[in-house]
């Protein structure tokens, strides 16, 4: 296969391997948030903290979204370039 080809399939794969990764940092911060009560901050991609209207818990966040693009760019580019790498044996493996 091309390797321009195959570099630019990795890239792809790293979008959706960077969104996912995201989007689970950001759930999982919800849900600290939530059950601790506690502030959370993901730096320079999100911020969340829960209060209390009307007697029942409420979310507040503060998405950042060249953060959150930043982030899902470097995971897919790392992604992309570590699958260049190629194993290269140098030859048979010599026996004892």
């Known amino acids: 296969m091309n390797p321009i080809a195959r570099f630019a399939g990795r890239l792809l794969a790293g979008l959706a391997l960077g969104v996912a990764v995201v ?6 911060a919800v849900a600290f948030a ?3 009560g ?16 009307n007697g029942l818990p409420a979310l507040n966040f503060r998405p950042n979204a060249i953060g959150i693009g930043t982030a899902v760019l470097v995971i ?7 699958g260049l790498r190629r194993n290269r044996s140098s030859g048979p493996v010599p026996q004892p």
């Open 23 to 28: 989007f689970l940092a950001v759930v999982g």
């Open 34 to 36: 939530y059950t601790t």
């Open 38 to 53: 506690a502030d959370v901050l993901i730096p320079g991609v999100f911020e969340g903290w829960f209060t209390e209207e």
């Open 76 to 82: 897919a580019v790392l992604f992309a370039l570590l």
